[in-house]
């Protein structure tokens, strides 16, 4: 795969040997978002990169969701797998590089590690679309209190960012699901309230809406809108219309493959809102909660780009859903869903449209990595 300069573009140097021993050090904050994310690089530098990969995880009940090896054993995919606990303790492993997953920090022995060793340091962190981040990817900086240089390393949108995550087997965007025998969702986010409204549009449908909901996610939501626990998966509810069933978690190719295979998709976090991406298909982002609305910035920064060049139609019926769910508004979400609906044609063109456009930016693993030989001295 080729990478493009711009992912090399900062304090290059001749390079005498290629790093190949890789750490990733991930803290779970809540949910399941920096586990994803974490796993994901770390599967496509070992799997499409040839790496010799560790996970150092604080949390393996959350990776265990979607890797269930994880919740045992020291191998998954061919990763190592390490408890943080373990690098508290003592850290005698030899990582070429430590990637710090969205600044979650490291241990004192692994920087203790660190200054003893040659390597690179990256922090990786939280992915954007507002502009400043092309101006910061790739820079330096020094440690506080030791003789250590980190860099910052951020996903984006553009070229002069990382990119986005991005298997070599993902296909390009294929043409729109065969319409007139009803939508199939695909819903993984967060509770909220708005999602009750999504759910009465479909109820009165003029046409089957089937959504697929995996097991515990937005429950309380659930819950409150259908009056009874969603329950464990294989359960489903009939209402009217609307046909919700409860699924099983799967791993990340069938997560993938799920959204795919659906007409829209509510997303959330990171890992599914680039997912949804790839899936090529329209689809509403549940942007993670932040606060004094610091999450509105970014909400909107996206929107920016992504509704660059979109017809009026396509724009009006995003920005009205979105802003809706947003606002966590049930009857506001409920109006807006019929322009989305009835624009849905228009709205899958873009989408492929979009995805067709990511895949032309760098690769973020392979920049990552070819980041890392330029800097490996």
Same mark, same amino acid.
């Given at each position: 795969m080729a990478v493009p300069a711009a992912c090399v573009r900062r304090h290059a140097v001749t390079t005498r040997a290629s790093p190949h021993r890789y750490a990733i050090f991930c803290r779970v904050v809540d949910n399941h978002g920096d586990a994803g994310v974490c796993w994901r690089l770390a599967r496509l530098l070992a799997g499409e990169h040839g790496l010799d990969v560790t996970l150092w995880i604080d949390q393996r009940a959350a990776l265990a969701a979607f890797v269930p090896a994880a919740a045992t054993a020291h191998e998954a995919d061919g990763i190592a797998l390490r408890d943080w606990t373990d690098a508290e303790a003592r850290y005698d492993d030899a990582p070429d590089v430590v990637i710090e997953g969205f600044g979650c920090g490291l241990p004192a022995p692994v920087l203790d590690a660190l200054e003893r060793r040659r390597h690179v340091w990256l922090v990786l962190e939280y992915l954007s679309a507002e502009p400043w981040? /092309?101006?910061?990817?790739?820079?330096?900086?020094?440690? *506080?209190?030791?003789? @250590?240089?980190?860099?910052?390393?951020?996903?984006?949108?553009? !070229?002069?960012?990382?990119?986005?995550?991005?298997?070599?087997?993902?296909?390009?965007?294929?043409?729109? @699901?065969?319409?007139?025998?009803?939508? /199939?969702?695909?819903?993984?986010?967060?509770?909220?309230?708005?999602?009750?409204? %999504?759910? +009465? !549009?479909?109820?009165?449908?003029?046409? =089957?809406?089937?959504?697929?909901? =995996?097991?515990?996610?937005?429950?309380?939501?659930?819950?409150?809108?259908?009056?009874? !626990?969603?329950?464990?998966?294989?359960?489903?509810?009939?209402?009217?219309a609307l046909a919700l069933r409860i699924v099983e978690w799967t791993d990340q190719r069938g997560f993938d493959a799920r959204l795919a295979a659906s007409g829209f998709n509510l997303v959330r976090g990171e890992d599914s809102f680039v997912r949804a991406q790839w899936a090529a298909r329209p689809f509403l982002w549940h942007i993670y909660?932040? +606060?004094?609305?610091?999450?509105?910035?970014?909400? +909107?920064?996206?929107?920016?780009?992504? %509704?660059?060049?979109?017809?009026?139609?396509?724009?009006?019926?995003?920005?009205?859903?979105?802003? !809706?769910?947003?606002?966590? +508004? *049930? *009857?506001?979400t409920a109006a807006a869903w019929p322009a989305f609906a009835a624009a849905h044609g228009a709205l899958d063109a873009h989408a492929r449209d979009w995805a067709a456009t990511l895949a032309r930016l760098p690769e973020q693993a392979a920049c990552l990595v070819e980041f890392a030989k330029k800097r490996y001295n």
């Open positions: 981040v /092309d101006g910061f990817h790739g820079l330096p900086s020094p440690h *506080p209190s030791r003789p @250590l240089t980190r860099w910052f390393f951020f996903p984006g949108f553009t !070229a002069a960012t990382g990119g986005l995550l991005r298997e070599r087997a993902v296909a390009a965007p294929t043409a729109s @699901l065969a319409a007139g025998q009803g939508l /199939d969702v695909t819903v993984f986010t967060y509770d909220n309230a708005a999602l009750g409204g %999504l759910l +009465d !549009a479909w109820r009165q449908s003029a046409s =089957p809406v089937r959504v697929a909901v =995996p097991e515990g996610v937005a429950s309380a939501t659930l819950a409150g809108w259908l009056g009874e !626990a969603p329950g464990r998966a294989g359960r489903e509810h009939q209402r009217d909660r932040q +606060d004094g609305d610091a999450h509105r910035v970014k909400l +909107d920064a996206f929107l920016a780009r992504y %509704l660059a060049g979109a017809t009026p139609v396509v724009a009006d019926a995003v920005r009205a859903l979105w802003a !809706a769910f947003e606002r966590e +508004d *049930p *009857p506001a």
